[in-house]
Nanobody, 119 residues
Framework: QVQLVDSGGGLVQAGGSLRLSCAAS????????MAWYCQAPGKERELVAT????????FHVNSVKGRFTISRDNAKNTLYLQMNSLNPEDTAMYYC????????????WGQGTQVTVSS
């Protein structure tokens, strides 16, 4: 049983910053790749960033590259998304996800944390 709890969202003005956190707990036998997704109202859930098990390899979609940074602290079982230079287009619900070793898919999800960026 794996539980992911997202936090850190809020309301921020354009140009501001937020740091999202995802605390993982439960039966995690090995550290797996993780990701952040976002979903804006009326839109499909989209990938934001991924990170390898060790944290040594990351990927960020072009729209957030240079502004957002995914990281993890495996000792704390916590995933982070540092969000800088936020703009209103970043407004969405953000979800952390954990890849399953069995399916190789992101099968475990946090409950989401809302990020709202005002202009």
């Amino acid at each position: 049983q794996v539980q992911l709890v997202d936090s850190g969202g809020g309301l921020v003005q354009a140009g501001g910053s937020l740091r999202l956190s995802c605390a993982a707990s439960g039966s995690i036998s090995s550290i797996s790749p993780m990701a952040w997704y976002c979903q804006a109202p009326g839109k499909e859930r989209e990938l934001v960033a991924t990170i390898s098990s060790s944290g040594g390899t990351t990927f960020h979609v072009n729209s957030v590259k240079g502004r957002f940074t995914i990281s993890r602290d495996n000792a704390k079982n916590t995933l982070y998304l540092q969000m800088n230079s936020l703009n209103p287009e970043d407004t969405a619900m953000y979800y952390c996800a954990l890849k399953s070793a069995l399916t190789t898919r992101y099968d475990y999800w946090g409950q989401g944390t809302q990020v709202t960026v005002s202009s």
